[in-house]
């Protein structure tokens, strides 16, 4: 069907066509008959339904093919159109509009302009554009009349009547696109993905998918008529978007802490400004679906000088409170349905919104006096509840007035946030240790299966121990790590303001805890610490290689890494008063904690930083430190990946190489990869190597002027200079082109405009090149002297760098008139003046133009 250009109709009734008429499991169903029809089907003003009838006596159902006209006598809404905007002139259509006498109201005022805007640019679309589609059959007919015109007598003006027709046809061509485009809103598509017929097909599509057959009620009947689909849909609407009467208290979301402060509240509902509000209004997706004024994004922030006074003002009475129009209304309200599903846009922060309320509700019952929560060991914290993906478990002594205190806190949570909790009331079961042995049974028998006794028998697969005791030792490395509730309570249950190393077994302890302490010897002699900012046990974790350090001594006092530390370097007399000599050496030989000193040793210089709690929020900081000179400002933006790629290095040589380096050695490598960078970065520039001496210089540079006198120079004897230029404001954007002819006494002879359509720079550029060439060959100016302020576009012409694809072809058509000119040479932008604002002017203008006469030429270009 994708081959053929069809699409299925659709149907209403039995959802199968055909059957065997077989019975019982024999019968089979199946939809062989079908209607289908192709994209000029769609493209008509019918609406086409199927009905599949009944198929007794036939094996096979008929189809009845009806057709209802669309067209009525129905206004069409109104819908702005992003391809008027590559007219100039609609900017002063909108003006006159937009004046004239309307309500007081700002809000008012500003809904009934935009009414009137609407007339004008109707009344001015008729007048410009016209039928669109009409307009591509008669430029393509032109262009086809030119081209056969051309073809039988080519003489150099019909070459220009030829290129001009064309230009029509590409323009015509464009504003068709344009509006498929905008019509089947198709927003992944990249530039230059230009298919005409492919936006047609999803407009088409579009359109027999939103044709509604049948519908199902609420009792599963099955609706087919139009006057039945149209009351159901209405009530079935009414039903999802009506809100439910609360009958819990607001109070309950009195438990989420307010976080944001008066001033910060203040700050969000003050009035905008002027560039905020425009702010705004350009982040807005000009190619989004009109509301329902039919106004776009691209209107407002084409037009923003017309209407920036009254959106503003409309903006700020808004604030105030005034009173909002229904025609403003209209396109501001988001109706939320009540039942959210997975997949819904709304669904993740409302379900984080909702549990975060029910989990804070529950918490603020253990604050209560007649709530008893569940028993816990002295100094643990106490967990009213533990919540998974899908499920909450919530804990309490279970006493009566407890049990009905959660219960109260569910309904009232159930009434207010309209989500109903499916309740599980659940206790322990009596005869779990039984349960147990005979689960533990279960497995011996099935570990010999598996594994086998004693290495024979079984299938060959891991020994259930060795599994068990991988995970006992993954359960130990979490709980060293710290870094959970189940630690946090696991710690302060067994080991409370101890070290975890102090950790013993008694008989009373749980069976986890007896399998981790099983493992803890082994899971400590493999573990090694890395030392970050020193906050590691200097005596118990092993962070030094062949042990703690607490074996080699008999009495201690519990410190951090960090205590042995000063400006970065080990405090070796300190080392010397409490550990044996052989081991000051090895702690001497190791790098000490180094992180915090390098970025101290940099921000120390420069001041200003805030504490930072990441590394993230250091390079940020640096960031978004601000600069007099380009100088200062690269050192900013530079200097903190320097940093973190120099501790990356040292972490990686001491991890796998066991190479130490000093916060004083790592500090000078970063200093000499600045000096590098800036060596590489401003050739010229000579900055020493020690960073209080560099910092000074760098401070002290200034940017360097240099002053390059251009000007335009005439060409040869008997050679005509052309100077080239094309414009395109967005790259790709709305473009055109421009150039002039001067001879060698500066004398000007010829210029052209013209209007391109969208494409990128370097296209318009060649373009511009291109037509002057064509230009003055057919104006009889030979010996050609090319000029254009397109460094690439001169390398490719001459073949020192490559050419893109998309130029390729107006190239080889440049080539073929190089008998035409001598040279082709780049110039400066300044020197290239007017032609650049003869591009502009072909952009703004639509049109083409040739000046043959030096007053005729726009004042700003003479």
Same mark, same amino acid.
């Given at each position: 069907?994708?081959?053929?250009?069809?699409?299925?109709?659709?149907?209403?009734?039995?959802?199968?066509?055909?059957?065997?008429?077989?019975?019982?499991?024999?019968?089979?169903?199946?939809?062989?008959?079908?209607?289908?029809?192709?994209? *000029?089907?769609?493209?008509?003003?019918?609406?086409?339904?199927?009905?599949?009838?009944?198929?007794?006596?036939?094996?096979?159902?008929?189809?009845?093919?009806?057709?209802?006209?669309?067209?009525?006598?129905?206004?069409?809404?109104?819908?702005?159109?992003?391809?008027?905007?590559?007219?100039?002139?609609?900017?002063?259509?909108?003006?006159?509009?937009?004046?004239?006498?309307?309500?007081?109201?700002?809000?008012?005022?500003?809904?009934?302009?935009?009414?009137?805007?609407?007339?004008?640019?109707?009344?001015?679309?008729?007048?410009?554009?016209?039928?669109?589609?009409?307009?591509?059959?008669?430029?393509?007919?032109?262009?086809?009349?030119?081209?056969?015109?051309?073809?039988?007598?080519?003489?150099?003006?019909?070459?220009?009547?030829?290129?001009?027709?064309?230009?029509?046809?590409?323009?015509?061509?464009?504003?068709?696109?344009?509006?498929?485009?905008?019509?089947?809103?198709?927003?992944?598509?990249?530039?230059?993905?230009?298919?005409?017929?492919?936006?047609?097909?999803?407009?088409?599509?579009?359109?027999?998918?939103?044709?509604?057959?049948?519908?199902?009620?609420?009792?599963?009947?099955?609706?087919?008529?139009?006057?039945?689909?149209?009351?159901?849909?209405?009530?079935?609407?009414?039903?999802?978007?009506?809100?439910?009467?609360?009958?819990?208290?607001?109070?309950?979301?009195?438990?989420?802490?307010?976080?944001?402060?008066?001033?910060?509240?203040?700050?969000?509902?003050?009035?905008?400004?002027?560039?905020?509000?425009?702010?705004?209004?350009?982040?807005?997706?000009?190619?989004?679906?009109?509301?329902?004024?039919?106004?776009?994004?691209?209107?407002?922030?084409?037009?923003?000088?017309?209407?920036?006074?009254?959106?503003?003002?409309?903006?700020?009475?808004?604030?105030?409170?005034?009173?909002?129009?229904?025609?403003?209304?209209?396109?501001?309200?988001?109706?939320?349905?009540? *039942?959210?599903?997975?997949?819904?846009?709304?669904?993740?922060?409302?379900?984080?919104?909702?549990?975060?309320?029910?989990?804070?509700?529950?918490?603020?019952?253990?604050?209560?006096?007649?709530?008893?929560?569940?028993?816990?060991?002295?100094?643990?914290?106490?967990?009213?509840?533990?919540?998974?993906?899908?499920?909450?478990?919530?804990?309490?002594?279970?006493?009566?007035?407890?049990?009905?205190?959660?219960?109260?806190?569910?309904?009232?949570?159930?009434?207010?946030?309209?989500?109903?909790?499916?309740?599980?009331?659940?206790?322990?079961?009596?005869?779990?240790?039984?349960?147990?042995?005979?689960?533990?049974?279960?497995?011996?028998?099935?570990?010999?299966?598996?594994?086998?006794?004693?290495?024979?028998?079984?299938?060959?697969?891991?020994?259930?121990?060795?599994?068990?005791?991988?995970?006992?030792?993954?359960?130990?490395?979490?709980?060293?790590?710290?870094?959970?509730?189940?630690?946090?309570?696991?710690?302060?249950?067994?080991?409370?303001?101890?070290?975890?190393?102090?950790?013993?077994?008694?008989?009373?302890?749980?069976?986890?805890?007896?399998?981790?302490?099983?493992?803890?010897?082994?899971?400590?002699?493999?573990?090694?610490?890395?030392?970050?900012?020193?906050?590691?046990?200097?005596?118990?974790?092993?962070?030094?290689?062949?042990?703690?350090?607490?074996?080699?001594?008999?009495?201690?006092?519990?410190?951090?890494?960090?205590?042995?530390?000063?400006?970065?370097?080990?405090?070796?007399?300190?080392?010397?008063?409490?550990?044996?000599?052989?081991?000051?050496?090895?702690?001497?030989?190791?790098?000490?904690?180094?992180?915090?000193?390098?970025?101290?040793?940099?921000?120390?210089?420069?001041?200003?930083?805030?504490?930072?709690?990441?590394?993230?929020?250091?390079?940020?900081?640096?960031?978004?430190?601000?600069?007099?000179?380009?100088?200062?400002?690269?050192?900013?933006?530079?200097?903190?990946?320097?940093?973190?790629?120099?501790?990356?290095?040292?972490?990686?040589?001491?991890?796998?190489? *066991?190479?130490?380096?000093?916060?004083?050695?790592?500090?000078?490598?970063?200093?000499?990869?600045?000096?590098?960078?800036?060596?590489?970065?401003?050739?010229?520039?000579?900055?020493?190597?020690?960073?209080?001496?560099?910092?000074?210089?760098?401070?002290?540079?200034?940017?360097?002027?240099?002053?390059?006198?251009?000007?335009?120079?005439?060409?040869?004897?008997?050679?005509?200079?052309?100077?080239?230029?094309?414009?395109?404001?967005?790259?790709?954007?709305?473009?055109?082109?421009?150039?002039?002819?001067?001879?060698?006494?500066?004398?000007?002879?010829?210029?052209?405009?013209?209007?391109?359509?969208?494409?990128?720079?370097?296209?318009?550029?060649?373009?511009?090149?291109?037509?002057?060439?064509?230009?003055?060959?057919?104006?009889?100016?030979?010996?050609?002297?090319?000029?254009?302020?397109?460094?690439?576009?001169?390398?490719?012409?001459?073949?020192?760098?490559?050419?893109?694809?998309?130029?390729?072809?107006?190239?080889?058509?440049?080539?073929?008139?190089?008998?035409?000119?001598?040279?082709?040479?780049?110039?400066?932008?300044?020197?290239?003046?007017?032609?650049?604002?003869?591009?502009?002017?072909?952009?703004?203008?639509?049109?083409?133009?040739?000046?043959?006469?030096?007053?005729?030429?726009?004042?700003?270009?003479?």
């Amino acid at each position: 069907m994708a081959r053929a250009g069809v699409q299925d109709a659709g149907f209403s009734g039995s959802r199968f066509t055909w059957c065997n008429n077989r019975g019982g499991r024999a019968r089979i169903w199946k939809r062989l008959d079908r209607m289908l029809f192709n994209q *000029g089907a769609a493209t008509l003003s019918f609406n086409f339904q199927v009905h599949h009838l009944g198929r007794d006596p036939s094996d096979h159902a008929p189809l009845v093919l009806s057709a209802i006209t669309r067209l009525d006598n129905k206004p069409r809404a109104f819908r702005f159109l992003n391809f008027w905007t590559s007219k100039p002139e609609l900017l002063d259509v909108i003006r006159r509009g937009w004046e004239g006498s309307f309500p007081r109201l700002l809000l008012q005022r500003l809904a009934s302009k935009l009414r009137q805007v609407k007339k004008h640019i109707q009344s001015w679309s008729r007048e410009q554009f016209g039928n669109i589609f009409d307009a591509v059959q008669v430029a393509e007919e032109r262009a086809s009349l030119a081209e056969a015109l051309f073809d039988d007598d080519p003489p150099e003006p019909k070459l220009l009547a030829l290129q001009e027709a064309r230009v029509v046809f590409r323009n015509a061509l464009f504003v068709e696109e344009e509006f498929w485009k905008q019509k089947a809103r198709a927003k992944w598509l990249q530039d230059r993905d230009r298919n005409t017929k492919y936006f047609h097909s999803i407009v088409a599509e579009r359109r027999v998918r939103s044709i509604i057959h049948h519908i199902k009620d609420a009792n599963g009947i099955l609706l087919t008529e139009k006057s039945q689909i149209a009351t159901e849909a209405v009530h079935f609407f009414e039903s999802l978007f009506t809100a439910e009467p609360c009958l819990g208290s607001w109070d309950i979301l009195g438990v989420i802490p307010k976080i944001i402060s008066h001033d910060q509240n203040e700050d969000l509902v003050h009035v905008p400004s002027l560039e905020e509000v425009r702010e705004v209004v350009f982040a807005m997706d000009g190619e989004s679906a009109a509301g329902l004024d039919g106004f776009t994004g691209r209107f407002f922030s084409f037009a923003w000088d017309v209407v920036a006074k009254d959106v503003y003002e409309a903006v700020g009475n808004f604030f105030y409170g005034a009173e909002v129009p229904k025609s403003i209304t209209a396109t501001l309200v988001v109706l939320i349905p009540k *039942g959210i599903r997975q997949g819904d846009p709304f669904s993740p922060p409302l379900f984080v919104i909702g549990a975060e309320v029910l989990s804070r509700l529950l918490n603020s019952l253990i604050r209560r006096r007649d709530f008893v929560p569940f028993k816990v060991p002295l100094g643990c914290p106490v967990v009213a509840h533990l919540a998974y993906a899908g499920d909450v478990i919530i804990f309490f002594s279970g006493m009566k007035k407890s049990l009905w205190l959660i219960m109260k806190a569910l309904e009232d949570y159930e009434m207010v946030l309209g989500q109903k909790l499916p309740i599980l009331l659940s206790g322990f079961p009596r005869y779990w240790r039984i349960f147990l042995q005979t689960f533990y049974g279960v497995l011996q028998i099935l570990g010999h299966v598996f594994t086998g006794s004693n290495g024979e028998g079984g299938v060959g697969l891991r020994s259930l121990h060795h599994v068990f005791a991988a995970f006992s030792l993954k359960l130990w490395w979490r709980f060293r790590l710290q870094q959970s509730l189940w630690t946090e309570f696991m710690l302060l249950k067994y080991n409370p303001n101890l070290h975890p190393c102090y950790s013993e077994l008694c008989p009373w302890q749980s069976a986890t805890w007896k399998r981790m302490m099983d493992v803890q010897v082994v899971a400590e002699r493999n573990i090694r610490w890395i030392l970050g900012s020193g906050n590691s046990s200097f005596w118990h974790d092993n962070w030094l290689g062949p042990g703690p350090l607490c074996q080699e001594v008999e009495t201690f006092q519990e410190q951090s890494v960090s205590e042995f530390v000063v400006q970065g370097c080990w405090d070796w007399q300190r080392l010397y008063d409490v550990l044996p000599t052989s081991w000051v050496h090895r702690v001497l030989e190791a790098a000490p904690p180094s992180s915090d000193q390098v970025w101290g040793f940099f921000e120390m210089s420069i001041g200003g930083f805030w504490e930072a709690i990441m590394i993230r929020h250091k390079v940020i900081a640096w960031w978004l430190k601000s600069g007099r000179t380009m100088y200062i400002r690269f050192l900013f933006r530079i200097l903190p990946a320097l940093i973190c790629w120099n501790l990356w290095k040292t972490r990686n040589k001491f991890v796998f190489e *066991g190479r130490v380096a000093t916060v004083t050695q790592v500090c000078g490598r970063i200093v000499n990869k600045l000096h590098e960078s800036f060596g590489t970065r401003f050739q010229g520039v000579s900055i020493p190597r020690s960073w209080s001496d560099l910092l000074d210089v760098v401070a002290g540079l200034r940017m360097s002027v240099n002053v390059l006198t251009v000007r335009w120079k005439c060409p040869l004897h008997a050679v005509v200079k052309l100077n080239s230029d094309g414009c395109s404001r967005g790259n790709p954007g709305r473009s055109g082109r421009g150039g002039l002819f001067q001879d060698s006494n500066g004398r000007f002879l010829l210029a052209f405009s013209c209007y391109f359509g969208e494409m990128t720079s370097l296209q318009a550029e060649m373009r511009a090149l291109l037509h002057g060439v064509w230009l003055g060959v057919a104006w009889g100016l030979a010996n050609l002297h090319l000029k254009s302020d397109s460094l690439v576009l001169i390398h490719i012409i001459q073949g020192r760098a490559k050419c893109p694809w998309v130029v390729q072809r107006e190239l080889q058509e440049l080539l073929q008139y190089r008998h035409h000119y001598r040279e082709i040479s780049h110039c400066f932008r300044e020197a290239n003046k007017p032609a650049d604002r003869l591009s502009k002017v072909g952009a703004d203008s639509g049109e083409p133009f040739v000046y043959d006469f030096f007053l005729t030429l726009p004042c700003m270009v003479r």
